[in-house]
């Protein structure tokens, strides 16, 4: 009796072993099979308002084998409209190749009188022995309206005429509802104004809903300005909204120094060893007055240049004045053109400058000189010639 129930358990341990092996293989080949194909999407959950249709882009991912995948939605709330699209066109089935992720799109309606709410429902994929499933949550609710702002934390800038204001705008959508905007600048004639973002030149830019852009708007003097205050409004318009924004340009007068002679020619003329005046005019047409003028010379080795006034207070916008150099070439000097360079350098600004060329003659002094040695040498050879001649 021990023996037969010896017997009876070791053939069901055989038995047992033999099973073992076949249903790890059955599930083994059940996990390998809903592996083989998966459904994708980037946003499975989503807020959208009441009314609005919204499409999913779905991926399924390739399969061991060639096969066709149905496609199908559970859990479709009341109402509720679900197409699939390929291409353009309703489908529903999809071919799915190895190696190769097949695209598609799920578009979802709402009923009219839809309440603001959670819904949740599940897309399904059927292949030839695989299966794959994707949950979808949606969040409807009443979608802010649609709105623009342009804020600034310097809306004033100040500089010089010749300044490029540069001021950092953040353009903000805060509605629900993605913008295409376009931006407008309306300033002074006298200014250019140009939007940036991202180091780009742009007129118009798209703007994500709830999100916000920063730009750089630049304005710059097409030329000459006077001092004062120049407003910029900007425009910014997204469908049927818009924003605006003062900005301020605070343009701070300048000097602008000329130095030339009163006839407008840089040239003059010098006497060798002689102190020769050279008359030169500073004018000033900035928009500021200039202060504490200095004024100095390059000159050729040797030479000696002064000033009778080496110093001037101020100079006003528009205004100019006088002012004598006395250039003095050396004695020995070399009769010809000569480059002289005079500079009026303005506290606190930039020193401006103007090269003369200076042409240096000999004194008429050795002139008559030469002259008069010339007349007794004619003399001498007369008299020699008279004396000479009548023997």
Known sequence: MKSTRSVSLIALLAVLALAWPARAWADSGTTSGSAQLALITTYPSRVVGIGEAVTFNLKLEPADTLQTVRLEVNDLPEGWTATFRGDGQIVRAVEVEPGTPATVELRLEQPAGVQSGDYHLTVLAKGAGARAELSIDLTVKDKLPPRLSLSAQLPTLKGTPDTTF????????????????????????????????????????????????????????????????????????????????????????????????????????????????????????????????????????????????????????????????????????????????????????AAQSAEFRITVVTSTWWGLVGIALIAVAVGVVGLAVVRFGRR
Not at 187 to 212: D, G, H, I, R, W
Not at 306 to 331: L, M, N, R, S, Y
Request: overall charge negative; proline content about 7%.
């Open 166 to 349: 540069r001021y950092s705008v953040t353009l903000k959508n805060d509605g629900d509802e993605d913008l295409d905007v376009s931006l407008v600048a309306d300033a002074s004639a006298s200014f250019l104004v140009t939007f940036k973002a991202n180091s780009q030149e742009v007129t118009s830019l798209p703007v994500a809903a709830n999100k916000s852009q920063v730009l750089s708007v630049e304005a710059k003097a097409l030329g000459a300005v006077a001092s004062g205050t120049y407003p910029l409004a900007i425009h910014a318009q997204g469908g049927e909204v818009q924003a605006d924004l003062s900005l301020q340009a605070e343009v701070a007068g300048q000097p602008e120094l000329t130095v030339t002679a009163p006839d407008g020619r840089l040239s003059a003329q010098a006497t060798v060893g002689q102190d020769s005046p050279l008359k030169l005019i500073l004018q000033n047409t900035g928009s500021a007055p200039a202060y504490s003028l200095s004024l100095n010379s390059s000159e050729p080795s040797g030479w000696t240049v002064t000033f009778d006034t080496p110093q001037i207070d101020q100079i006003g916008p528009g205004q100019q004045v006088a002012v004598t150099a006395h250039v003095k070439p050396p004695e020995k000097a070399v009769a010809g053109d000569y480059v002289l360079t005079f500079r009026a350098q303005p506290a606190g600004g």
